[in-house]
């Protein structure tokens, strides 16, 4: 196949070409705003860490913030998640699949609703109200889909039925069979669902926005703060800090997700 | 109760206490907030569930959105899938890194995306500096509909883009041989060849760029667009003027409009791979 296939096509080059300049050339504008002294002037006006360091001082709180709110929403879908993947994985009725299909609403629905929904229901609630624990459930809300659909999947596949027969016929009990058997054998699969949402829940804004508080800021937030309030510098350097926080993570899915084919081939 | 009757019955609760705690929680903080914002037009009475089709402001804003979403997830699918099936049959040194760049932003909020389209089409932009370099003073696009779409293109693109390689990897290459054994030309070949076999893809990949493209807020309020829009138009609506049964209103109206396409688009999916 790949004999034919190098045959020249200039108008697709074209096209890829024009794309990836549409993609890269902002990102490449922002990075070098964000460590030249003055944007109008250019590079001519030298090259500076100054930004990053006020970036750090007015928003590091909110990068911290936005890593340990990331995990916590990792460590919450697990625990809701691959219980519940579990299940809608071994349950062939039809509830099963309406559960599974209702549960996806929140990432069909936009989010600026479910955001309004949770203020409405919950927003008299203070202490819930001024924690992060609010911004929490949206993410967890958000992200629990994507969790789920990714396990369920993969506990789906047949060899594991066998497997997990043989070991109930060896006398291993459920909690043996799901932590010491199962677990082990989607493990890749989980991994991969816990890279995604850390990876959403990182970068989410549309739910943030509404149910932040002027002392729960996560990164995002503070981003569309500094582009509202700030010299372009500032927003640069901070779109900057982002990228590096975001990428090795992304790197780390797709090598994931790469090692997973390979292993299962499909 | 026979043995295996008891067993089963076992497995049955197991699977009940595994579904349990995701249950309660979604049930508490999804379906219950989400019933109430549903309910909450009615206290307003029955017509605030209609307004979006009986005030010009808020259809314009619903027209606005759709056809924005509309262009969006068009010009989308095609230039996604012209530079999918370029990537999927070449091989060259830095493919993958390429392919890993270009769907990096699909993790970037709307909110960069935002910022990078006033970097070229706004006050300080990198559009103002040429147009004024030719002596047409500083132009800017960020600010309106042409800004709005080129934002919405920037992150509907990397998932295009990812699901096209991926579907155009696995084509089938002799049914293309066979095609030009015959003589077909190369349009005939996209058409009767390509475009078949990327059919799931494209409504797939379509639906899910459609609905971002409509519950989008970030992009649109960072650039604070002229051409307003619906996730614009209910946040307004709530933050300025407390109107909170009119923001459930359009929430509502938003949310099934999104869902009735990705809905359709299901249907259309498992039709198209019954046939």
Redesign the interface.
Known sequence: ??A???KP?P???L??CV??L??????I??VM?GLVNN??TGLKSGLTLRWLQEVWSVYGSTVSASVILALVCVACTL???V??A???A??RSRYARA?EE??T??V???????A???I???GDINLLRQSFGFIL?GH??FT?PFM?RTVSSAFQRPDLLAIEEAARTLGAS?MQRFLGVLVPAVFPAILAGMLMVF??S?????LT??LHTPLTRTL?VG??DS??SMR?EV??AY?LI?ILV??P???LL?GVANWVQKRYGN | MSGHAAAQNRHHR??????A???V??VA??????V??IA?PAEKGWETYFLVLTDSRYMWSMINTVVLSLATTVVTLV?GG??G???A???FAGRQV?L???T??L??????I???????GGR?G?FADLSSAVGMGRMTFAYGVIGLF?GY??FS??RA?ASYTAAAEAMD??L??AA?VLGASRWEITRDVWLPQLAPTTVACGAIVF?TA?????TA??LASKFEVV?IT??NE?TNYAN?AL??SL??A??LV??AV?FLARLAGTTSSGA
């Open positions: 196949m790949h034919q296939s190098q096509a108008f697709l080059f096209i890829t794309v990836c549409f993609m890269f050339v902002p990102v504008i922002s705003a944007y109008r625990l809701l998640g219980p519940c579990y299940a809608l071994r349950s559960f209702v549960l609403l929140p069909a629905v936009p989010g600026l609703a479910t309004l929904a949770l409405l229901a919950y459930i967890i809300l629990l789920v459920f990876t959403l990182i970068g989410e804004f549309n926005w509404m995002p981003l569309a582009y509202a372009i927003g640069s779109t982002f975001i990428l993570i992304l790197w797709q | 197991l699977l009940l206490a595994c579904l705690p995701a249950t929680f979604f903080f999804w379906i219950l907030p989400v109430r914002l909450l230039i012209a530079v099936v370029y990537l049959r070449r091989r390429l890993s760049l270009l990096a932003p993790a970037f909020p709307g909110v960069i935002g910022f990078f389209i006033i970097l070229l300080q990198w080129l293109l920037y693109l990397p883009i290459g002799q293309e041989e030009r609905a409509m519950g989008a807020f970030g309020f960072t996730p209910i946040y709530f909170f923001a459930a929430s509502i938003l949310g999104t869902w990705l």
